[in-house]
């Protein structure tokens, strides 16, 4: 058994009934274990660090990176409708950040985390992208005057095809390194 899946089946049969009237529940309807009934675990395990070298608690959010464009398809299709529209305060909907991603893998992943059916708020969130962009472009951490994020952004939505409805700029952005000095942006919404 695949260890998202065996640490998330004893969260669950860990978790006492008790606690979802004990601090609040957020949807009344909701269902310990959704996601165990799906392949959610299977495909975010792969983007998760030191899963079994620091296994998280079961209210811990599970934190997920470079997910990439073949993960992103199959949680476009394993996700509820509901799941799909959610969105971290401004950034685009986790349905518009897994379509761009599924399409443009060459340029964007994902980062993100998952909650465990240790907690009632149990679901899937995107933070952000990361985008690989080639050009030269001044962009401080938070933005400043004149720096360059609407141009990154502008390539984003207008080349990579990231749906920004009703999705602000990011809130921040970083340069990451990876293989032969390839330059990507992380872009984080707060
Ligand atoms: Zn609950
Ligand atoms: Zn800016």
């Not at 260890?3 to 008790?18: F, G, K, N, S, Y």
């Not at 675990?41 to 070298?53: A, D, I, M, S, W």
């Not at 920004?164 to 992380?186: H, L, S, T």
């Amino acid at each position: 058994m695949p260890a998202l899946r065996a640490v998330w089946q004893a969260h669950l049969e860990q978790h006492d009934p008790e606690d979802c009237v004990r601090f609040g529940t957020p949807a009344p309807d909701h269902h310990h274990g959704r996601l165990l009934g799906s392949t959610v675990p299977e495909l975010v395990e792969p983007f998760v660090r030191g899963l079994l070298v620091d296994p998280p608690g079961p209210t811990d959010i599970v934190p997920f990176t470079r997910l990439d464009g073949e993960a992103a398809g199959e949680l476009l299709d394993v996700l509820s409708p509901s799941d799909l529209d959610g969105r971290q305060n401004d950034a685009p909907t986790l349905r518009a950040i897994l379509e761009a991603t599924a399409t443009r893998p060459d340029r964007l992943d994902v980062h993100g985390y998952a909650v465990g059916p240790g907690r009632c708020d149990e679901r899937v969130t995107a933070e952000g992208v990361h985008v690989r962009f080639d050009d030269d472009v001044r962009l401080p951490r938070r933005h400043d005057d004149g720096c360059d994020c609407e141009r990154l952004w502008s390539y984003v939505v207008d080349e990579l095809g990231l749906d920004d409805d009703g999705a602000r700029r990011p809130d921040e952005i970083v340069p990451v390194y990876r293989a032969d000095d390839e330059r990507w942006w992380r872009l984080w919404w707060d």
